[in-house]
Structure formats: structure tokens, C-alpha cells
């Protein structure tokens, strides 16, 4: 959803400034719908991970979602394996390179975890949970564009050992929470497609460019790392 609200300068404020505010409130009324309790954690459910598909992007039931558009698993033994999303990654399509923090590094939950990058452009990969990172995926390393075909399985980026996990689940959405916050963010980018874009709306019940940047230019990376990724 898009809101106008102004500063006391006098400004209106990006859409990520009001995302990030308003995150705890979507968070509770998501909850409410759901019935999840704040201190639950939820296992992954053994098998290959089951996947949904809501306003054309492919969302992996079962996980975790931030706000900046990473995802987190729950693994037994109490690891925690991240990476970043379908939307994000058909948003800005096959990345030149993906970079994250070296093994060791202490992360926190909303800071920069690693990077994306293509054609000159970067943009930050934010870590859902706090903790330590003891596992990297040098496979998407070397090919990148394993995350855009399979950012929930083989794409994965990093597994962390959490140092807070309890109360960073507060902060996170998942399964159906995280299938209707996607569907808030497509709502958010048609309506930005529509107002700054030749670029037509994706229709309902169909499946999202991979590529989205490419196909309409004019909207910009900034632009775009702006409203949904930071």
C-alpha cells in the first residue's frame, strides 16, 4: 500500500521510510489474521520446500520474510539459512555478482549482509536475523544467476548461527503473513509501474517478467532499491 504523509520539513517521506515505520504495525495486524504467536519458531518440514505462487511471484511456504526482501529458514540444530527473495530477485533481474559477508562475520538483524550487483549498480542485501555466519553458498558466488532460479533451494546465501533469535522472529513474517505482505508489495509495484512506466501492469493471475528493470528502464535501479529493498 502507498500512503502520503509529510515531515515536519515539509517533505514526503520514500515509501521505504514508510515502510519501515509502519512495518510493526503490518506486522501485528498480519499476526492477528494469522494466529502466530510472538514466540513461536517454526521447523522446516522435511521434503522439498513447497512453494505458492501470489500476484506472480513464487513465495516458499514455511519461511520467514523481512522487509527488505530476504528470507530466513529455521533449520534443526538451530541454524538459521538466508537469502533473498523472488521479488527482489525478478524485480532486478540476473545479478553480474552476488557478495556476501565472509565466514565469521556478526550480523544484525536490518543491517547489510552482503551485495547485489549488476551493469555498475549495487544493492545491499539486508540480514533478517542476528548472528554469526558460519556457512557460505560459493556456488551462487561463482554463478549467480543460481539465485534467480531457485532463490529458496540451491540459491541460498549464507547460514548463520543466531545469536537473538527469539526476538528477531518478532520482526518477521511468515507463510501466509509473508504471502499477503507480497501481495501488499505487488499492489505497491503496479501502482509505481503505472504512474512512471510504459511498462504495462501485470495482470492478475499471471507471471512476473524475471527481468523487471530491463523491461521498463525508466523506473531506474535507485529507484527501485529505494521503494522495495531498503
Do not use: C
Not at 31 to 57: C, K, Y
Not at 167 to 195: M, R
Request: net charge negative.
Amino acid at each position: 500500500m502507498r500512503y502520503k504523509a509529510v515531515h515536519a520539513e515539509g517533505q514526503v517521506p520514500s515509501r521505504a521510510q514508510r515502510a519501515s515505520f509502519l512495518w510493526p504495525v503490518r506486522l501485528r495486524q498480519l499476526r492477528q489474521v494469522s494466529g502466530r504467536t510472538e514466540d513461536s519458531i517454526h521447523l522446516p518440514i522435511s521434503g522439498r520446500t513447497s512453494h505458492a505462487v501470489m500476484s506472480g511471484f513464487d513465495v516458499a511456504r514455511n519461511y520467514y520474510y523481512y522487509q527488505g526482501h530476504t528470507w530466513a529458514r529455521v533449520e534443526y540444530g538451530g541454524w538459521v539459512r538466508v537469502g533473498v527473495d523472488d521479488f527482489a530477485l525478478r524485480l532486478l533481474g540476473q545479478q553480474d555478482a552476488i557478495e556476501t559477508s565472509p565466514l565469521g562475520s556478526v550480523l544484525r538483524q536490518g543491517q547489510p549482509a552482503g551485495t547485489l550487483r549488476r551493469a555498475g549498480k549495487e544493492a545491499s542485501i539486508i540480514s533478517p536475523v542476528d548472528g554469526v555466519v558460519v556457512a557460505i553458498n560459493h556456488k551462487v558466488l561463482e554463478k549467480a544467476f543460481i539465485a534467480n532460479d531457485a532463490p529458496y533451494e540451491d540459491g541460498w546465501l549464507m547460514l548463520i548461527q543466531p545469536t537473538n533469535l527469539q526476538e528477531n522472529l518478532k520482526n518477521l513474517l511468515f507463510d501466509a503473513e509473508g504471502l499477503s505482505w507480497i501481495d501488499d508489495e505487488a499492489i505497491s509495484l503496479n501502482t509505481l509501474l503505472a504512474e512512471e512506466s510504459r511498462f504495462e501492469l501485470i495482470a492478475a493471475g499471471s507471471e512476473t517478467p524475471r527481468d523487471l528493470i530491463e523491461q521498463a528502464p525508466e523506473i531506474g535501479w535507485e529507484r527501485l532499491v529505494v521503494e522495495f529493498l531498503e
